[in-house]
């Protein structure tokens, strides 16, 4: 699920301190130029430093979802991605998904199917989704449910999540 | 006190019986919930870590904090010789939780010191430069190893009716065996978390991340040495609790109140996720040994059932877990005579806490599997032999701790389910296909629950509620539950919004605080809406009638004539919009805030004979489950899944089912992939999500047919005839378990019952069929033997 990354990695900043690099990523439209150490992830970056906390922070680990953003239209976890990784990527979170106060058909679907209980996987659950509709490839109630197993929820709202995908989806 | 009965006709109710959805929705879809971590950090915030032990047992021989302090970035270090006032315990009731373990630590795992410092990095990398060296002593690491050195934290409490030895030797067959059932991490996806804000005066506010604001407040007051007025917590919601925030949030908001306190800084503590499932207590793990006397119809005559529970270092609230079992090892069935031994073992693991059920599923899963083995062994369908034992309506319905089963549905609801899933049609199909085919194997089965609901412990049975009523015709309501994704709030908020005829959107719920209403419960035991529903309800209540009394003088007409509804009021006939009234009666001087307190009736039971009625009613369901397994691997598929479950008159459909959903898909992960492991030293191995498997949306049943019984009604006079929905659909989930059996059953063609413990996990299941494999080795022509 994490993208490879091919680009030239950023060159260290020349005015920061010592083990710090500059780069610029656009997060939800707007452009943020970063001055920071080369080991922070993309999500203390949203978290800590751009106040973006909507995208939670699970296990830290890769391997429960709930840090899922979308990278360049693709859903990416944010506790396994260093930041200078993104260097003029665009990222969307969830804060950046309802377009001038609409909500997302997929933000919507949630309400609709009661897709949550405890709400903290839902942000990650919602981006992940995103990305699995732009990949194209689960047709499927089948498919939605394999493809989804990344993100993981506690409270057991898996139905009502793939019942909203599959809304989202225009499927039956 | 009179307790006001739910008002109104059904046809009137504009937000009760209605799935609107969480109050919460639109901000957990746009991100903008905010849970502790997300919170505006206060300026001068410091960041804690806690260094715990990493060995199971042992004297702290020496502990030198002098490095860590001369690290950078740190501004406290603390350990329990730094406490305060002393006070070093966070026991709930019963002592035996450090908040720093003194001498001895007693798992790996337990908290011995703790560091603020300007970045969670810096804490963490200073603890680690701590001199801490152990003498180590033996660990007990098993339940096993407990019973032979007859450790345990509280004493064994055992429940007797008639005379189990004597019917279990008279009746005319017996089984008796050993199942052990494994433990469960909560895993709530939000990890504990708190963060203390010192304000004037030495106060402390303490946003915490609890299912029990109230005992936080009143640990971080005992061990600061402050009074529980100088200490306010504070929870807006949980992302997750299921038990595992009851008690174990303590140890991470008293540390980041002692470290606040001794800074004068706001600190905040957020374990790692390992962290957090290495330093903090799970569902207990059993093993239970059972006898049972039966007939040849497969009626129970007699049972003698020996539970021991891995209670670990300490009580926490292992006693009321373990009575909890005992209450529920007859699950749905009538035992005539009845023994239960029930032994509260003391190991070297962490403390063993409340999670979801709460040793009701460990007690179900111990006669549901004896049922399964009488069922086997004279070879009768054990849904038949489920049937035959179930509590009766008229006779046969006393349970074993002289409770009477008054409202008994669960033979309607198994019946109906036999119908809606085709249980019959398919077992006679899955029969029939698995003679067919010699490595995939189907199993089914449908197993009943039947949970009591109220607080074993009776005077946790109460709530508090405080309502104002604004002139803009807003009402905002505070109840001293909490929000852990249940939609407690919502609920909530539609009782009270239903009192006025009001929306659901005029009224907001706040966050939970001990400022508000104090003394609460822990919102636990399924009772959030039972209890502080009903608290709100009688806030409202009472603001609702100092309305109708002024206005009723004021227009001069009959109190019975005015009626709330449509947001209006009508008045003899003459309508009026809710606010006006209000600005009326704020002229008037009428009173617009109440407080409502409930406590639930006719709950007692006496702790020391096991006798009495611990619960207020019972709530019902049942579960067929459909699996195939794949015998050369041990893998397995849930294939389908029917679910009929009773929550009596919903409050909210859409919430109740997503109770039911995920309550069973909780329970399903319990018995099937959930597997704690520790390794020889007692160090927990399965730590994260890497290696703890909780179930994925991949795991979901192939076919999920999950309904509420909605002919049902609560007997008693529980708010608006509802039903508590938050633990017992966990318990549906034992029909995954027995499917499991009952397709490893298949590989002998039935004719020997295969032996399984839980979790089911596909090493599990394979070890269980390579057993069946080598007994049916013994019993079958060499030919068969050697396929």
């Keep these: ?172 | 006190m009179t307790v006001p009965r739910t008002s109104g006709s059904e046809d009137m109710l504009r937000a009760v019986r209605r799935p609107v959805p969480h109050d919460s929705a639109e901000k957990h879809v746009s991100g903008e919930a905010i849970y502790i971590d997300d919170i505006p950090e206060p300026r001068a915030l410091l960041h804690a870590y806690i260094r715990s032990s990493d060995i199971a047992h042992g004297r702290i021989k020496k502990l030198d904090l002098a490095p860590t302090r001369a690290q950078p970035g740190v501004a406290a270090a603390l350990a329990a010789a730094d406490l305060p006032t002393g006070h070093n315990d966070i026991g709930p009731g019963f002592a035996g939780d450090p908040v720093f373990a003194e001498q001895i630590v007693e798992y790996a795992g337990q908290s011995v010191f703790a560091v603020a410092a300007e970045t969670r990095e810096q804490a963490r990398a200073a603890a680690m430069q701590a001199v801490v060296e152990y003498e180590e002593l033996p660990a007990i690491l098993t339940i096993e190893e407990a019973l032979a050195q007859d450790a345990q934290v509280l004493p064994t409490v055992t429940l007797m009716r008639g005379d189990a030895d004597k019917s279990i030797a008279k009746a005319p067959r017996r089984i008796s065996g050993r199942l052990a059932i494994g433990g469960q991490d909560h895993f709530y996806l939000e990890g504990q978390i708190a963060m203390a804000v010192p304000g004037e005066d030495g106060d402390m506010l303490v946003y915490s991340s609890t299912q029990h604001p109230s005992e936080i407040q009143h640990h971080v007051a005992h061990i600061l040495g402050l009074d529980a007025n100088g200490v306010t917590v504070e929870t807006r919601r949980m992302g997750g609790g299921f038990g595992g925030k009851e008690t174990q949030g303590a140890l991470f908001a008293v540390v980041a109140a002692l470290l606040a306190q001794k800074t004068g800084r706001p600190v905040k503590l957020r374990p790692d996720r390992d962290d957090d499932m290495i330093l903090t207590g799970k569902r207990h793990d059993f093993i239970a040994d059972y006898v049972v006397g039966f007939d040849e119809e497969g009626r129970i005559h007699g049972v003698d059932f020996m539970l021991a529970s891995r209670c670990g270092m300490s009580p926490d609230l292992s006693g009321p877990v373990n009575d909890r079992a005992i209450f529920h090892a007859d699950n749905a069935y009538f035992l005539p005579h009845v023994r239960i031994v029930s032994h509260r073992s003391k190991t070297h693991t962490v403390s063993n806490t409340a999670f979801r059920g709460f040793g009701g599923p460990q007690g179900m899963m111990v006669i549901e599997y004896a049922i399964d083995e009488i069922a086997r062994t004279l070879g009768i369908d054990p849904l038949t032999v489920r049937k035959r034992n179930l509590y009766g309506k008229r006779d046969r319905n006393v349970t074993p701790y002289t409770m009477k089963v008054e409202d008994n549905i669960l033979a309607k609801i198994i019946g109906e389910l036999e119908r809606t899933s085709e249980y019959w049609q398919r077992r006679k199909a899955i029969t029939a296909w698995n003679a067919t085919s010699p490595f995939l194997k189907r199993g089914l089965a449908l197993t009943p629950v039947k949970f009591g609901i109220a607080f074993t412990a009776t005077h946790f049975n109460q709530a508090g509620a405080l309502l104002l009523v604004y002139t803009d015709g807003s009402l905002k309501l505070n109840h001293g539950g909490t929000e852990m994704g249940q939609g407690l709030n919502t609920k909530v908020a539609q009782i009270v919004a239903d009192e006025f005829g009001l929306d659901f959107e005029d009224v907001k719920i706040t966050p939970t605080t001990t400022g508000k209403v104090p003394n609460t419960s822990a919102t636990a035991a399924s009772s959030g809406t039972d209890l502080n529903g009903r608290a709100s309800l009688i806030a409202a209540r009472t603001i609702k009638e100092r309305l109708i009394k002024f206005a009723a003088a004021h227009f001069h007409v009959a109190p019975g004539k005015i009626v709330f509804a449509n947001r209006e009021v009508s008045i003899g006939g003459e309508k009026m919009a809710f606010v006006e009234l209000v600005n009326l009666a704020y002229k008037a001087r009428v009173s617009l805030s109440a407080t409502g307190y409930f406590a639930t009736p006719k709950v007692a039971y006496d702790p020391t004979t096991m006798r009495g009625r611990p619960f207020l009613y019972f709530a019902y369901g049942a579960a067929a489950s459909e699996v195939l397994v794949d015998t050369l691997t041990g893998e397995y598929k849930v294939e389908r899944v029917d679910l009929l479950h009773d929550v009596g008159k919903s409050i909210n459909p859409a919430i109740d089912m997503g109770q039911i959903e995920g309550g069973f898909i909780q329970g399903m992960g319990w018995l099937t992939s959930e597997e704690l492991y520790w390794d020889a030293k007692g160090r927990l191995q399965t730590h994260a999500p890497s290696t703890y498997k909780i179930p994925a949306c991949s795991d979901l049943p192939r076919q999920f047919n999950a309904r509420i019984a909605d002919w049902s009604r609560n007997r008693e006079d529980v708010v608006y005839r509802s039903k508590a929905v938050g633990e017992p659909p966990l318990m549906l989930a034992i029909s995954v378990f027995h499917a499991i059996k009952d397709a490893i059953a298949a590989v002998g063609q039935y004719q020997i019952s295969p032996q399984l413990d839980a979790p089911a996990t596909p090493e599990r299941v394979l070890n269980a069929i390579d057993a069946l494999r080598l007994r049916l080795g013994d019993h079958l022509p060499a030919r068969e033997a050697a396929e």
């Design chain 1, 1 to 172: 699920m994490i993208s490879s990354d091919d680009s030239d990695p950023p060159a260290p900043a020349s005015g920061g301190s010592a083990g710090s690099v500059s780069l610029a990523v656009m997060v939800n439209g707007t452009r943020y130029p970063l001055t920071l150490d080369p080991r922070c992830t993309l999500l203390d970056v949203l978290r800590e430093q751009l106040d973006l906390t909507g995208t939670k922070k699970g296990c830290d680990h890769g391997q429960c979802g709930a840090c899922t953003i979308l990278v360049d239209g693709r859903r990416v976890l944010a506790c396994l991605t260093l930041a200078v990784m993104k260097d003029g990527a665009n990222i969307t979170t969830i804060e950046g998904l309802a377009k001038d106060g609409v909500l997302h058909p997929l933000q919507q679907a949630f309400i609709e199917h009661d897709a949550f209980q405890c709400g903290y996987c839902t942000p990650g659950q919602i981006c992940s989704a995103v990305g699995l509709i732009a990949e194209g490839r689960a047709q499927t109630a089948d498919e939605i449910r394999e493809s989804m197993s990344g993100n993981i929820c506690r409270c057991g709202a898996y139905p009502n999540i793939v019942a909203a995908i599959q809304q989202a989806m225009g499927l039956p």
